[in-house]
């Protein structure tokens, strides 16, 4: 499967924005799909999850309330949702795919296929 990540930009603190991940191939829904992002100078790290359902969901505690991830499973599209963006949220997004409908993954090794990066960028 090809991850295409879209929707970052830049924004003020406190506004919102909408990323997108479409993904190409089939068995989408087999899927389950992960949003990672990394600040300048510092590591990758997992920022939320959702399983094939959409049932399921899971989100690093630096983001609960302000991030929701969703997906849409007839446009093959799994979206992050991000509120309340703070400086600290800067960061180039991420997504990530994994062949698997059991597990909830957070840690980078688990996906097989990532899209090239979308840069959100938060001014104060």
């Known amino acids: 499967v090809q991850l295409q990540a879209s929707g970052g930009g830049l924004v003020q603190a406190g506004g919102s924005l909408r990323l997108s991940c479409a993904a190409s191939?089939?068995?989408?829904?087999?899927?389950?799909m992960g949003w990672f992002r990394q600040a300048p100078g510092k590591e990758r790290e997992f920022v939320a999850v959702?399983?094939?359902?959409?049932?399921?969901?899971y989100y690093a505690d630096s983001v609960k309330g302000r991030f929701t991830i969703s997906r849409d499973n007839a446009k093959n599209t799994v979206y992050l949702q991000i509120n309340s963006l703070k400086p600290e949220d800067t960061a180039i997004y991420y997504c990530?795919?994994?062949?698997?409908?059991?597990?909830?993954?957070?840690?980078?090794?688990?996906?097989?296929?990532w899209g090239q990066g979308t840069l959100v960028t938060v001014s104060s």
């Open positions: 990530a795919a994994v062949f698997d409908k059991a597990h909830l993954f957070t840690r980078q090794h688990e996906y097989h296929y």
């Open positions: 191939g089939r068995s989408f829904s087999s899927y389950t």
């Open positions: 959702i399983g094939w359902g959409a049932g399921s969901t």
